[in-house]
């Protein structure tokens, strides 16, 4: 196999979503490390990080493959390995389903039965639910806020074996995040989307007014959600501070787009949801309790 082709199918596994995803599932580990047997937590995290990873790239192959005549008609994705025929879609196809299975495996094998059916889940609500509807509904959108949230739910059972209120608070920050991040990216590209047949909520109301209403929301939401995990002692008075602050840098991103829906605008909101997250992680495990 040339080094070309192993890029392609690297490209399949959409790297970047995927590190995103070991992410949150690391944090999600982490507020689950007590609960962890003595002696077991290198080999727990080395289970739960590769089948992760392993599950999160085989969803995203599958999804190219599902995807792949509609990917012909925007830009971003055009060059994709499937649109250009460098893969061919049995092949995509069946790599998918092999990564995907040898993920939900090694979650099943090496961490436990929740963690594994918490993946499962994942895919299938992707692949079945949310994939399928875009091309439909702008309620698109919601439903794949769904399985996006779900990293931080994997991770903990991945540690803890169950699912408790702290594991529910790190699933709702993903959650709603999505909303302005995703939103941001379907004004931003609502025209691509509209060619492709892509029915994202700035494409069935081009006026882009409920989709301003809800970016402007959902970050104005951001800010209490944040503080769940202050609510339940899971972190101290730095993070606080900190969600407070870049929720405000949000919402006012947010609030900028809502005044004036340029592209430049969305931008901003999106940009800043790229930032927020990550010091919002960064925060909830660094930062003194």
Partial sequence: MTSTLISDYIALTKPRITWLILIST?????????????GQFYTVL?????????IASGTAALNQWWERDSDRFMARTASRPLPTGKIPPTNALLFGVLLSSL????LWLGCNFLTANL????LVTYLFCYTPLKRRLPLSTTVGAIPG??????????????LTAEAWALYAILFVWQFPHFYAIAWMYRDEYAQAGIRMLPVVEPDGNST????????????PTSLLPTMLAMTGALYTATAVLFGA??????????????????RGVLLASVVYLPVLYAMLIFAPR
């Fill in 149 to 162: 949230a779900m990293p931080p739910l994997i991770g903990f059972a991945g540690a803890h074996g169950s």
């Fill in 212 to 223: 301003a209403n809800r970016i402007l929301y959902t970050s104005l939401l951001m800010i």
């Fill in 119 to 122: 993946a499962l889940f994942t």
């Fill in 249 to 266: 840098l949000l919402l006012y991103c947010a609030i900028r787009l809502y005044r004036s829906r340029t592209r430049e605008n969305a």
């Fill in 46 to 54: 080395f289970h739960l990080i590769v089948g992760t990873a392993l």
């Fill in 103 to 106: 993920g939900y495996l090694q």
């Fill in 26 to 38: 690391a944090v999600g580990f982490f507020f689950g490390i007590p609960h962890i047997r003595p």
